[in-house]
């Protein structure tokens, strides 16, 4: 299965700037995905990065908070833009391993806004 | 309203004492059933896929069943480093999009 290295693996930032947020997978994938974990809830779609488009954005979700760079087959960014208190969580991205090996993930960055 | 719901939420076992985890669904076009460990500050880990209702599998002291309404995941005479938050997620198909829904996780603590 796929290997990814995300960084950095934590965070502490002020409200009001912004923070990227890195992935690198060892093998050519199509899709990345981003996730974001907020403490005692289950994971959530973020957005859909394919190389050389434009990420899916979920529902609640927009390109001006959350913009996404994919600039190849291995590597994309999430930034968290503007940041709020309510921003902080645990953000992680992941690839589609398929049947065998479902989804690997990240192993995430927790950001905490203040 | 696809839905995913993990029960219970925290369990604390002892050494060696068996128990089970569920997860029950509502979902329209389910494609796949996965489980997932989660290590405090890590990303989760693949456990198991399963596809359709009866079928089980197995890795180490953990077996993953499946219905048509819920999965269960059944930890044999667990240890301490079996400690961990156990997500599971749905894959649905819809017009074909997949779409990926987790539980908000059991957090398991198993006592020496």
């Known amino acids: 299965s796929a290997v990814i290295s995300q960084k950095p693996s934590r965070d502490i930032c002020q409200r009001g700037t912004s923070l990227t947020i890195q992935c690198q997978v060892d093998?050519?994938?199509?899709?990345m995905f981003w996730y974001r974990q907020q403490p005692g809830q289950s994971l959530t779609l973020i957005a859909t990065?394919?190389?050389?488009?434009?990420?899916?954005?979920e529902s609640g979700f927009v390109i001006d908070k959350f913009p996404i760079s994919r600039p190849n087959l291995t590597f994309s960014t999430l930034t968290v833009s503007n940041m709020s208190p309510e921003d902080s969580s645990i953000y992680l991205c992941?690839?589609?391993?398929?049947?065998?090996?479902?989804?690997?993930f990240g192993s995430g960055t927790r950001l905490t806004v203040v | 309203e696809d839905q995913v719901t993990q029960s219970p939420e925290a369990l604390r076992l002892q050494e060696g004492e068996s128990s089970s985890l569920n997860c029950s669904y509502t979902?329209?076009?389910?494609?796949?059933l996965f489980w997932y460990r989660q290590d405090p500050g890590k990303g989760p880990e693949f456990l198991f896929t399963?596809?359709?209702a009866g079928e089980e599998k197995e890795k180490e002291r953990l077996k993953a069943t499946l219905t048509k309404k819920e999965s269960f995941l059944h930890i044999t005479a667990p240890k301490p480093e079996d400690s961990a938050t156990y997500l599971c997620?749905?894959?649905?198909?819809?017009?074909?999009?997949?779409?990926?829904?987790f539980g908000t996780g059991t957090r398991l603590k198993v006592l020496a």
């Open positions: 997620a749905v894959q649905t198909s819809t017009s074909g999009t997949y779409k990926y829904i």
């Open positions: 093998s050519q994938v199509t899709m």
């Open positions: 990065a394919n190389q050389g488009s434009e990420a899916t954005y």
């Open positions: 992941s690839v589609d391993g398929g049947q065998v090996d479902g989804y690997t």
């Open positions: 979902v329209s076009g389910l494609r796949g």
């Open positions: 399963l596809y359709s």
